[in-house]
């Protein structure tokens, strides 16, 4: 059985690493160099080092177990390049929000997206450096997420760290699509 799943977030979260953490395969990216194009566009505060950006989409496998292979799509954070998540959602069973606590409201876009799409995900909270900014319930205060929706720290630099939030993400769409009650809020 294979399932796809979409790995979304704002611009920097690290979709990209996130993918290529996980994934078995080498994976594909469309990164491109960063221009002057994007100078006053793309807030590079938190990310000094960053030269390059998803402009279409990441993609990676990873197999769960011998009977649930996922297949991964990350979504570029870019406002400019958002008309790609559409077509990219197709299909999906579910979705992670990758968050930078460090812009939180670059996060806004992709909760609002799939609450929109009615499409289930979970919102995972990157640890960047190892440091978790803020307290789950905090940002899920902040984000106005339902206490239904999983929210998780990850660090995306860490096969098993992401490998923990994707079965996180199966989970929860398992346990929507069955009715089993959601377990206590984190």
């Known amino acids: 059985m ?3 799943i979409v790995v979304a977030g704002g611009f ?3 979709k990209t690493t996130f993918v290529g953490s996980v994934s078995e395969i080498v994976p594909l990216t469309t990164e491109a160099i960063m221009t002057e194009a994007s100078a006053g566009m793309d807030d590079l505060a938190a ?3 960053k030269t390059t950006t998803t402009v279409a989409m990441d993609f990676g496998r990873v197999s769960l177990d011998r009977d649930l292979i996922l297949y991964l799509f990350g979504t570029p954070g870019q406002h400019r390049f958002w008309f790609m998540w559409d ?3 197709h299909g ?3 979705a992670v929000v ?3 606590t460090r812009r939180l409201a670059d996060c806004f ?3 609002d997206f799939f609450e929109d799409r009615k499409l289930p995900y979970v919102v ?3 640890c960047f450096n190892g440091v978790q900014a803020h307290q789950l319930a905090d940002v899920r205060d902040a984000l106005s997420i339902s206490p239904a929706i999983p929210m998780i720290t990850c660090d995306a630099r860490h096969r098993e760290s992401t490998k923990q939030t994707l079965i996180e993400l199966v989970e929860h769409v398992l346990r929507l699509r069955t009715g089993a009650p959601a377990p206590a809020v984190r």
């Open 2 to 4: 294979s399932a796809k």
């Open 12 to 14: 920097g979260a690290g």
């Open 47 to 49: 990310t000094p080092n």
């Open 87 to 89: 077509e990219l959602v």
């Open 92 to 94: 999906a069973i579910g």
């Open 98 to 100: 990758l968050v930078d």
């Open 109 to 111: 876009p992709a909760v």
């Open 124 to 126: 995972a909270l990157n």
